[in-house]
């Protein structure tokens, strides 16, 4: 197979070896995240909205405002909330005081007593240092909970220090830092 590629894996899983035997080189580092879901999660102190179809180009907008170069589309929102792994996810949006939609963030559940994931997650660049990274985060484990997840994971760049510490004021504990696998 031709063309650049991306793999993740474990620390320590031969699928690391055979790939770097093969000429995959190792890509940035990543540090996952993980909140433990046994107690209630707070309040997020923001106005939470579940994004259905009717409100996707909200939740797009925001992500689009999240990330430079982000090509995300209300088409490809509603492909991804088509298929049959969102079965268990459910897409948040975060309100400022005056109905500004200011962060988002998807949480996709694998089932009742196993870890739910989050993923993506973005604060609109006009609204960041208020505290919504935190709250549409808290949210997202909340949400988790009450789909039946054990706990919350999530994974960001290492050197995003913004959302390392986000992610940390909202419950999450720093696991080993991870390092991918690239084809160039």
């Known amino acids: 197979m031709e063309g650049k590629g991306y793999v993740e894996a474990p620390t320590g899983a031969l699928a690391q ?14 540090t996952p995240l993980r909140r433990a879901l046994a107690e ?17 180009h909200v939740w797009t907008a925001v992500l689009r405002a999240s990330f430079d170069g982000s090509t995300f589309t209300v088409d490809r929102r509603c492909a991804m909330a088509a298929g049959l792994p969102y079965a268990d996810a459910r897409c948040l949006v975060a309100y400022d005081d005056e109905g500004n939609a200011v962060a988002a963030v998807t949480v996709w559940s694998a089932g ?4 739910g994931l989050l993923e993506p997650m973005g604060v609109h660049r006009e609204h960041r240092g208020y505290g919504y990274g935190k709250a549409i985060t808290v949210a997202a484990a909340a949400a988790l909970q009450s789909l039946g997840s054990s706990s919350a994971l999530v994974c960001t760049p290492t050197s995003n220090a913004g959302a390392l510490a986000t992610y940390k004021s909202a419950g999450f504990q720093q696991l080993p830092e991870r390092r991918g696998r690239r084809r160039d």
């Open 17 to 30: 070896d055979l790939l770097s035997e093969v000429g995959w080189n190792t890509d940035e580092p990543w």
């Open 40 to 56: 209630p999660v707070k309040d997020p102190g923001v106005r939470i909205e579940v994004i259905g179809p009717e409100q996707a």
């Open 112 to 115: 009742p007593g196993k870890p």
